[in-house]
């Protein structure tokens, strides 16, 4: 079957369903296992590479997203495993990265909170050389986590923890990407995040900041000296976040994202 016209086709068909046109020529190169360049020299497809696409355009047009469909995100260069169990990572998490690595150096020892698939303190560690920790209170997400540390070669120890509970000891760094959707906004996200992220990976509580309390009120029990938090918040949540480090007895800046949306509180001691 000629490619042209059938990328058309899908075209239309994830136009009917409000699905950006862009993800097609995604779709194709996961599905068929090649780059973007490749996919452009390609004229005809078998009917088998055709229905290995169906299938995929089949469950996009039910709302699984891409990353979901064949198990595998891309952050930071980097392709990482993902299932039901973990949230995909996002574009503007690999702000928070490259703000730690500003920071991290090779004997930082640094904690990611809430680490999911593992995509902060994998790409931290992979590009500073510094001692990881990664925790999560979900073991499926942790399996996820280790899986996607040992595809990748990095050295990152996990540890399963509610948060602080589990945590004895003391870092350089913590950086976390929390839950911080509002309880009551959740039913009305998008589907592909409402049914295909855990739950427990959005709810931050009635206010969505929740874990940002928490995290003003133990990190600097758990930081060395001139120690820092680094976290990505929610739209219109950065200056509350920031007042709470405050608090605290941080010192706080905020930076935006590429959508100049306050996007990351970084909180440093100074002792
Ligand atoms: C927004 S996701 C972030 C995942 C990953 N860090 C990222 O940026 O892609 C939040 C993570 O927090 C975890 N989580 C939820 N409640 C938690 C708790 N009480 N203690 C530790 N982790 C928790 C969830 O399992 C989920 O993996």
Excluded: W
């Excluded at 497809?45 to 699984?64: L, T």
């Excluded at 990611?112 to 500073?128: E, F, M």
């Excluded at 949540?237 to 007895?249: I, S």
Aim: hydrophobic fraction near 35%.
């Amino acid at each position: 079957m000629n490619i042209f016209e059938y990328k058309k086709e899908i075209e239309k068909r994830f136009l009917t369903h409000n699905i950006d046109k862009n993800e097609v020529n995604i779709l194709f190169c996961e599905a068929l296992n090649i780059d973007y360049t490749k996919l452009l020299t390609i004229k005809d497809i078998s009917s088998k590479q055709k229905k290995q696409i169906e299938m995929a355009v089949k469950k996009r047009i039910k709302g699984k997203p891409i990353q979901k469909i064949f198990k595998r995100a891309y952050f930071f260069g980097y392709e990482f495993y993902v299932n039901k169990n973990v949230l995909c990572p996002r574009p503007e998490t690999e702000l928070l990265v490259e703000e730690c690595l500003k920071f991290a150096k090779q004997q930082s020892r640094i904690l990611d909170l809430c680490t999911g698939s593992g995509a902060i303190a994998i790409s931290v560690q992979k590009n500073s050389g510094a001692n990881c920790f990664a925790s999560d209170i979900s073991t499926k997400a942790l399996y996820v986590a280790r899986k996607n540390a040992k595809a990748l070669g990095a050295k990152v120890r996990f540890l399963k923890s509610d948060m602080f509970e589990n945590i004895k000891s003391k870092f350089d760094i913590i950086v976390s990407n929390p839950p911080y959707i509002p309880s009551k906004d959740i039913e009305g996200l998008d589907k592909e995040v409402k049914n295909y992220d855990p739950k427990i990976s959005l709810d931050g509580g009635d206010d969505g900041l929740d874990f940002y309390r928490l995290i003003a009120q133990n990190a600097k029990q758990h930081l060395n000296k001139n120690g820092k938090v680094l976290l990505e918040v929610g739209k219109g949540q950065a200056n509350k976040v920031k007042k709470m480090l405050e608090k605290n007895g941080f010192v706080c800046y905020i930076k935006k994202d590429y959508n100049n949306i306050d996007r990351i509180v970084v909180g440093e001691l100074y002792d």
